[in-house]
Every structure is written in structure tokens, then in C-alpha cells.
């Protein structure tokens, strides 16, 4: 008897270890993978230190639906606790604007409150996660449709992901990392160039330096060998820099128009050049004189021509 009881409550305990068994295939087959398209939103942590992601999966699968899908999420709390919403503090996002590879961000004078390390940490998260979107590859913010700007009163301009440093989990303040800019100078005669790879420590003075501004100050700044000589008057000022569908526009003052020792107009223009367009984003460079597109730079070329890379120059 009791090894009949014994025998029928093993069958129980093995019928009921079945059913947890098919209960539980049961669950994992009825759940479903998140639907739409899976993009990490960057977020601040709580002490406005560091930077982290939240992986959110987008419904639409138009680009402009994308991106008000992305904004509302950078409004919105995170799942993770420890997290807050990037865009708080009563900063309101005015309007938007999508053209190309390019959006536009317009936010409320809010902005400006915000402090030197909050706003680094703020600006790279609405731009890694804009960019994340795809054909979304570069991201402006306006201050009530003006122009965002640096400690210096200097209009900052596109930005792309890759120029801030990538800190997940790190402070800002701490962060460096090396930049390597590939920069072309003039040979002793000042009728060619020579290539030379110039390190820079990336970190949070300069994360907000867009880097096309950073290879034409270093070229203004002149070379660091008296083996290579500069190709740029070092009087001169870089006045605006933008960058739109591959195109680096440079505006100088007119301190561009003296030539530096014995530098031919072409070793100058083409030092530009070729420095430039070894960045991913730029493909071709127009120069003007404050602003003057009209006339020619140095008596040879038109100021509304658009040079490309030039390499017959480099020695």
C-alpha cells in the first residue's frame, strides 16, 4: 500500500515538473521580440557626471517620424532610475528641421542656464542619439533659432557623434582621449607640401571644438618642425566655419590675402584643402574673404570656386 502511495506521488511530482516545464517553453515561445528599430538614446546620470544609453526601439520608418520619436524620448524619463531625462529643467525644444543628412534643433533660452559641464554632457547626447538615427549624420542646436556658442562667443556649428569623446560610463571632465589630424604644410621652397600627422589630447575643453575649426587653427598656428614651414599669415582669422552636404565654406579675414615667406597661392589653398578632406565629413572646401564671394583670392582664383583634394603638390 504505501509503495502504491509512494509510486503515484512520484508520478504526481513528475507530471507536475512537466507542466512547470511546458508552462515555461509555453512563455518563451509566446514572447515576443521588441518590434521597430532598436537605437540607444543617451542619457544624463543623476549627478549630471557621465553619460548612458537606453536601448528604445523606434515605431516609424520615416526619418522625420524618427526624429520627433528620438526627441520625445530625450524629454521623457528613462526606465533606469538612476537616469534622467536629458532635456529638463524646463528646456523646451521650440522646433526642428530635417534637410538632407542634417537636423536642426531650436531650444528654449533654458539652455543657456545650464551649467559648462551639464551643457557638454546635454549637447553630446542630443547629438549621438539624433545620429543614431540612420541618414542622420549631422545635428545643429539653435538658441531661439541663434547659433549655439562656445565659452568664446564662437558659433559652434554642425556637429557630428565623433566629436565628442566616447565616455559612456566615464566623467566628462575627465575624459581625453588622442585626436590625430593629418595636416599639409609647405616645403622649404614654399612651392609644394609636405604631409605630417600632428596628436592632439581630445577632452572636454575642446569636445565642443568642431574638428574641421581645429585642422585650420593648427594650420594657422604654423608647424611644430623647422623642416616644414607654414603656408597661412599667422595674423590671419578664421571668421566662420559651416560645413553642408560634404562642403567645408571657410571665411577669413583679409590678413588670408598676405602670402608668408614664399608661399605660392596654390601650396596655400591646397594646404587647406588637402587638410580638410582627410576628414570623413568633407569632400570639397570654398574660401571667401570676409564674406566676399565676388572678385579672386590672391589674383588667380575666382572666390565662388570649390576645390577638391589636390595631391600633386605633396612631396
Known amino acids: 500500500m504505501k509503495r502504491k502511495m509512494l509510486k503515484g506521488y512520484r508520478r504526481f511530482l513528475f ?5 512547470c516545464l511546458s508552462v515555461a517553453l509555453l512563455a518563451a515561445c509566446s514572447r515576443e521580440e521588441p518590434e ?14 557621465k553619460l548612458m544609453t537606453e536601448t528604445h526601439y523606434l515605431t516609424s520608418t ?9 526627441l520625445t524620448l530625450l524629454c521623457s524619463v528613462p526606465d533606469n532610475k538612476e537616469l534622467k531625462a ?10 526642428y528641421s530635417y534637410d538632407g543628412e542634417q537636423v536642426i534643433v531650436s531650444l528654449g533660452e533654458k539652455y543657456k542656464e545650464l551649467s559648462r559641464t551639464t ?15 540612420p541618414d542622420v549624420n549631422y545635428v545643429m542646436l539653435t538658441i531661439n533659432g541663434e547659433s549655439l556658442t562656445d565659452t568664446s562667443g564662437n558659433a559652434i556649428g554642425i ?9 559612456a560610463g566615464a566623467q566628462m571632465e575627465t575624459a581625453e582621449s588622442k585626436v590625430t589630424l593629418r595636416l599639409y604644410f ?35 598656428s604654423g608647424p611644430a618642425s623647422d623642416e616644414i614651414y607654414p603656408t597661412i599669415n599667422p595674423d590671419t582669422k578664421l571668421v566662420n566655419i559651416t560645413v553642408r552636404d560634404g562642403v567645408c565654406y571657410l571665411t577669413f579675414d583679409s590678413a588670408m590675402l598676405t602670402a608668408v615667406n ?26 571667401s574673404i570676409d564674406g566676399n564671394k565676388d572678385g579672386k583670392f590672391r589674383d588667380k582664383y575666382e572666390a565662388s570656386t570649390v576645390f577638391e583634394r589636390n595631391l600633386s603638390l605633396v612631396n
Open 15 to 19: 507530471l507536475l515538473g512537466m507542466m
Open 36 to 49: 521597430g528599430t532598436p537605437i540607444d538614446i543617451s542619457y544624463l546620470n543623476k549627478n549630471e557626471t
Open 62 to 70: 520615416d526619418t522625420k517620424d524618427m526624429i520627433v520619436e528620438v
Open 86 to 95: 536629458t532635456l529638463t529643467s524646463g528646456i523646451n525644444i521650440i522646433t
Open 119 to 133: 551643457e557638454v554632457l546635454t549637447r553630446a547626447a542630443l547629438v549621438r542619439s539624433l545620429t543614431n538615427i
Open 159 to 167: 556637429m557630428t557623434a565623433d566629436m565628442f569623446v566616447n565616455n
Open 186 to 220: 609647405a616645403n622649404e621652397d614654399g612651392n609644394g607640401l609636405i604631409a605630417v600627422n600632428r596628436e592632439l589630447t581630445h577632452n572636454a575643453d575642446v569636445s565642443n571644438v568642431p574638428m574641421e575649426k581645429l585642422v585650420v587653427e593648427q594650420l594657422i
Open 262 to 287: 614664399n608661399v605660392t597661392t596654390d601650396v596655400t589653398i591646397y594646404s587647406i584643402v588637402n587638410s580638410l578632406v582627410e576628414l570623413s565629413n568633407i569632400n570639397k572646401v570654398q574660401i
